[in-house]
């Protein structure tokens, strides 16, 4: 039988697992050749509201809050 983790641990291997491709994508974009720095402040912006979404929905008692605002 299969064992199903717990939603904390699922969320620490989901991160964990995104973390090298999120790094290599941003030392991409910070020595890109092409001049693509100015994407830095969007990319980190969108990151910034990834994360306040993900834990407003892992907060039950926080995501109406979080979503009125958007």
């Not at 989901?14 to 990319?43: F, H, N, Q, Y």
């Not at 980190?44 to 809050?65: R, S």
Request: glycine residues 12%; hydrophobic residues 55%.
């Amino acid at each position: 039988m299969i064992r199903r983790r717990g939603k904390i641990a699922r969320t620490v291997l989901l991160l964990a697992s995104a973390g090298p491709t999120i790094a290599d994508g941003a030392r991409g974009l910070w020595r890109s050749e092409t001049g693509k720095k100015w994407m830095v402040p969007l990319v980190v912006f969108l990151g910034v509201t990834g994360l306040l979404l993900i834990v407003a929905a892992g907060v039950e008692a926080l995501a109406p809050f979080v979503y009125a605002i958007f």
